[in-house]
């Protein structure tokens, strides 16, 4: 407050000795200064925001969006290789083969939809993501295994199911969640993060703004009183 005084003081002499056309055009001036800083101030607020929201949308949004087609893929391709080893009789051979055709497939567009994730996983920090790829893949593997023992012995494979596809795909499962709620906590951060900064932004705006109006209306005040 002491340097707006002092700044008001000046002006009040410089008023004293300029025109009324020059003390007129000065009192605007300074008015829309002020107001073209405080829109300048609001639009870079408004775009650093813009910018972090546009991140969560595009990176951490699409990565958890990733994550759960991920875990829909295995399923269905866990699904389909359940049905086809359980299937239990030779007449079924056809079906079988097709189940594992389809299996093929869908662990093609697994890999992927991982792959994608892996590009577009925003944090620097890849412990979770790095553990839910791995034990997909491992499942990956243990699936792609079951699906070629089954030509061959299905009760073997029907096994395999038990013992080790579905623990896998159950720690895959796991996995997926805490991928997902770590995003969902850092995301969380950002917008938090964004909230204090607008609020701090928007008191100093409007703190400025005060400020600038009571020194347009002390200087409209000098201005009336040198006339």
């Known amino acids: 407050m002491q340097a707006v005084r002092l700044v008001l003081l000046i002006m009040r002499q410089m008023i004293k000795n300029m025109k ?5 055009i ?16 609001s639009l870079i607020l408004m775009s650093v925001q813009k910018g972090q929201y546009t991140d969560i949308l595009e990176r951490y949004v699409k990565s958890t969006q990733l994550a759960s087609e991920c875990r829909i893929e295995y399923n269905r391709a866990a699904r389909n290789l359940r049905d086809g080893v359980l299937s239990g009789n030779t007449s079924s051979l056809d079906a079988t083969q097709s189940k594992i055709s389809e299996l093929s497939e869908q662990l093609s567009v697994l890999e ?4 994608e994730l892996n590009n577009l996983y925003p944090l620097d920090d890849k412990t979770e993501l790095n553990n839910f790829v791995n034990l997909v893949k491992g499942w990956e593997t243990e699936a792609t295994t079951i699906g070629q023992t089954v030509r061959t012995n299905q009760q073997k494979a029907a096994e395999m199911i038990v013992e080790s596809c ?12 805490a991928l997902a709620a770590r995003l969902q906590t850092e995301e969380k951060k950002i917008i938090d993060q964004q909230a204090v900064i607008s ?7 409007v703190v400025a703004m005060v400020i600038a109006t009571i020194v347009v209306i002390r200087i409209a005040l000098i201005i009336i009183k040198s006339i």
Do not use: C, E, F, H
């Not at 579905?166 to 969640?177: E, I, K, S, V, Y």
């Not at 609020?199 to 705006?205: E, G, L, T």
């Open 20 to 24: 009324i056309r020059k003390s007129l």
């Open 112 to 115: 992927s939809t991982l792959t």
């Open 199 to 205: 609020n701090i932004a928007m008191i100093a705006i």
């Open 26 to 41: 000065m009192g605007y001036g300074i008015t829309i200064a002020v107001s073209v800083v405080i829109i300048i101030a």
């Open 166 to 177: 579905t623990p896998a795909l159950n720690q895959a499962a796991t996995a997926g969640d």
